[in-house]
T-cell receptor
């Protein structure tokens, strides 16, 4: 089955700097890659996703890149703000059938003022 | 629009007691439904998923079970809770027309 590895497990950056979180996946048939943000005690919220037919997607300060050949994808947050502090999860799945999402272990991002 | 309801929000149960968590989805039909568990400070582990009424697939062996008695209702149960069942339980849904999962607000279960 699918296996998703996420790095780093913790990340601390200065406010205004950029943050990058990386994930690798094992199943070449996976074609859907979402990123979730989870604040303390809350449910995970989808922040951006990408499908395998594109290499990059951007939404304001957040961008995701996908390298299908290398089977890795990354989340980029620019101009970080204190409210970006949270745990971020990457995931991978096939978009057909049961659409089971396999999650990475999460990255705790801390933005230092 | 689609919404997902999950209850209760918190639960403290003694070891050996039964469990029933309920999740319902509104505004869509024939969704895929999922139960995840998140241990403190850890990732999301898929427990069960369902692609239709009465169709349940289990991802990990454990003393939990799931049922889908109606199209938009998903129930997580246990006959006898263990200490290791403590965690944050999240229900989620997806469909071919909606990108990604939408999670319920979660149930924080503490087994004492």
């Amino acid at each position: 089955g699918e296996n998703v590895e996420q790095h780093p497990s913790t990340l601390s950056v200065q406010e205004g700097d950029s943050a990058v979180i990386k994930c690798t996946y094992s199943d070449s048939a996976s074609n859907y890659f979402p990123w979730y943000k989870q604040e303390l005690g809350k449910r995970p919220q989808l922040i951006i996703d990408i499908r395998s037919n594109v290499g990059e997607k951007k939404d304001q300060r957040i961008a995701v890149t996908l390298n299908k050949t290398a089977k890795h994808f990354s989340l980029h947050i620019t101009e970080t703000q204190p409210e970006d502090s949270a745990v971020y999860f990457c995931a991978a799945s096939k978009s057909q059938g049961a659409q089971k999402l396999v999650f990475g272990q999460g990255t705790r991002l801390t933005i230092n003022p | 629009s689609q919404t997902i309801h999950q209850w209760p929000a918190t639960l403290v149960q003694p070891v050996g007691s039964p469990l029933s968590l309920e999740c319902t989805v509104e505004g869509t039909s024939n969704p895929n439904l999922y139960w995840y568990r998140q241990a403190a400070g850890r990732g999301l582990q898929l427990l069960f998923y369902s692609v239709g009424i009465g169709q349940i697939s289990s991802e990990v062996p454990q003393n939990l079970s799931a049922s889908r008695p109606q199209d938009r209702q998903f129930i997580l149960s246990s006959k006898k809770l263990l200490l290791s069942d403590s965690g944050f339980y999240l229900c989620a849904w997806s469909s071919a027309l909606v990108h990604g999962y939408t999670f319920g607000s979660g149930t924080r279960l503490t087994v004492v």
